[in-house]
Nanobody, 126 residues
């Protein structure tokens, strides 16, 4: 069992940066791939980024490539999402998720993840 708690969202102007984090508790955190997803009002949940259990591989959605960076610190059992050059269309609730044994080909699929946090709101003003 893994519990996830996101923090670090907020309100920022377009072009600014935020660094949400996801603190995990429970056992065997280092065994889990970790992902960030987001959901804007009236839209489906969208894959943002993921990192493998070791941190050696990272994956990004097309809309955030080159602007966002995902990282993890297994010693601190925390995952980070560095978001730069934010745009108004990045406005959404951002969710952290954990999954075990996820294949690379399905890393962007929400249903592959077993555990989810409550989300943190990110609002980008124009």
């Amino acid at each position: 069992q893994v519990q996830l708690l996101e923090s670090g969202g907020g309100l920022v102007q377009a072009g600014g940066s935020l660094r949400p984090s996801c603190a995990a508790s429970g056992r065997n955190f280092s065994r889990y791939a970790m992902g960030w997803f987001r959901q804007a009002p009236g839209k489906e949940r969208e894959f943002v980024a993921a990192v493998s259990w070791s941190g050696g591989s990272t994956y990004y959605g097309d809309s955030v490539k080159g602007r966002f960076t995902i990282s993890r610190d297994n010693a601190k059992i925390t995952v980070y999402l560095q978001m730069n050059t934010l745009k108004p269309e990045d406005t959404a609730v951002y969710y952290c998720a954990a999954g075990e044994g996820i294949a690379t080909i399905t890393i962007a699929k929400a249903h592959e993840y077993n555990y989810w946090g409550q989300g943190t709101q990110v609002t980008v003003s124009s």
